[in-house]
Every structure is written in structure tokens, then in C-alpha cells.
């Protein structure tokens, strides 16, 4: 019996995070998108500049009775740096943020616990920023965004950033990996 829900995860450049979920068990789809801005029907091009407030995310389906938006929100922490302001790498701005945009009262608890168990046994050095949102408009990126990595894995941007991200998580989540 299926147990669809969603998740929404912004953690910089959706080129890179697409890939990292859309190999795991138990995930049917992600979308590459906007989300969190005042602007209606963003664009990638009015988005590029930071003044529609709208970050970069992506929309998972997943099969919940196949894998718990914990462990999903595990790997989002794990697959990106979650300590660095407006910014994952090179890629600097409110678009490449870290957040989680939260569908239910449930899902926002387990960010809260997660953060505080991240927090209290410093894994990551350095004070987490992720920010915690509710639900709000995801607005689908332009179709050649859609699974960019997949569609074009020799592009530079995509072996440097991409590639790495998502062989992280093939080696420290295998058991999570679809065959």
C-alpha cells in the first residue's frame, strides 16, 4: 500500500541536490523549483539575482511506508553544508539557502529534533542556519531544469558539484540506493 507524501528541501543549486534524492528507495519523483518568495510564477532568470526571495528547492514524492522523511531529511543535512548562509559553495545568494519547507506540524517537529541532535553533538562544526518554513507555493522549474544532471552528466558544473553529492550518498547510504 502506498503512502505518498512530500517533502520540500532547499539546499543550493537544484541541478545538485535533484540527483542525491531521486537514487534513493522509495522516491517516486523530485522536482527541480521556486519556492519561498513574494513574486508569483518565478522564473529561473528572475530568481538569479535574489530579489524574488524565492529559493531553489526541490519537491519530493515519497513512498513514506518505503522511507520516513527523517531519513530523507537526514540526507539533505548530510548532502549539503547546512552551516553556511545564503550559500553552498561557489553559488552565493537567498536562492541557495538552506531550508525546509515543512507540509505538516509532524515534519516541522522532526526538523526541530533533528537540528537540536545535529546541534548538540556538533557534527558539523559550526552553527546550523537551515531554515524552518511552512508550506508554501512550489512553483515547477523551467522543463530543461528537470533532472539536469541526468540529462547532461558531462557538463562541468554537474561533475564538480553534482557527481560528488550524489556519490556521497551512494557510498553512505547504500542500503537507501535504488537497484
Known amino acids: ?3 505518498q507524501q512530500i517533502a520540500i528541501f532547499a539546499g543550493g543549486c537544484f541541478w545538485c541536490t535533484e540527483p542525491v534524492f531521486s537514487q534513493l528507495h522509495g522516491v517516486s519523483s523530485v522536482v527541480s523549483g521556486y519556492i519561498g518568495g513574494h513574486t508569483m510564477n518565478p522564473t529561473y532568470k528572475s530568481i538569479c539575482n535574489g530579489d524574488t526571495g524565492h529559493a531553489e528547492a526541490i519537491q519530493i514524492t515519497f513512498d513514506a511506508s518505503q522511507i520516513s522523511f527523517e531519513t530523507l531529511l537526514e540526507v539533505f543535512f548530510v548532502s549539503h553544508d547546512p552551516t553556511t548562509l545564503n550559500r553552498q559553495g561557489n553559488d552565493i545568494g537567498t ?3 538552506s531550508a525546509v519547507f515543512c507540509q505538516n506540524q509532524a515534519q516541522e517537529e522532526a526538523v526541530k529534533k533533528m537540528i537540536a541532535t545535529f546541534s548538540e553533538a556538533d557534527i558539523f562544526g559550526a ?3 537551515t531554515q524552518i518554513n511552512g508550506a508554501d507555493i512550489f512553483y515547477p522549474a523551467e522543463d ?3 533532472y539536469y544532471f541526468d540529462k547532461n552528466p558531462a557538463n562541468p558544473y554537474c561533475l564538480a558539484v553534482a557527481a560528488p553529492k550524489a556519490a556521497k550518498i551512494r557510498a553512505k547510504y547504500a542500503q537507501l540506493i535504488k537497484t
Open 1 to 3: 500500500m502506498s503512502n
Open 95 to 97: 536562492q541557495y539557502r
Open 127 to 129: 552553527p546550523i542556519v
Open 144 to 146: 530543461y531544469h528537470q
